[in-house]
């Protein structure tokens, strides 16, 4: 089981990114997934999460109507969409399923 994250970088405010979160080992067809955040000396913060078929998403107040989230279970990867990206977002993103995390990727957004 092994989820890889990637698509992180450095993007001007205002800007945007895709993260991808590719499984392999399993498949992520018939489970729901999320997406977390982490700055240094603060805890873990759950940003999104979407539903097995896809059908179902939620996301954080703090990225609501700026974040997307989807999947592709052909293709066994997760997505995040991010428009409209601030300082604080900047952060290292993991994508979860289960118990399992991947290894982050980081994303900066400075000017």
């Known amino acids: 089981v092994r989820l890889v994250e990637s698509g992180g970088g450095l993007v001007q405010p205002g800007g945007s990114l895709r993260l991808s979160c590719a499984a392999s080992?399993?498949?992520?067809?018939?489970?729901?997934m999320k997406w977390f955040r982490q700055t240094p000396g603060k805890e873990r913060e759950w940003v999104a999460a979407i539903s097995a078929s896809g059908s179902s998403t939620i996301f954080a107040d703090s990225v609501k109507g700026r974040f997307t989230i989807s999947r592709d279970n052909a293709e066994n990867t997760l997505y995040l969409q991010m428009n409209s990206l601030k300082p604080e977002d900047t952060a290292v993103y993991y994508c979860n399923l289960d118990a399992y995390w991947g290894q982050g990727t980081q994303v900066t957004v400075s000017s």
């Open positions: 080992g399993f498949s992520i067809r018939t489970y729901g």
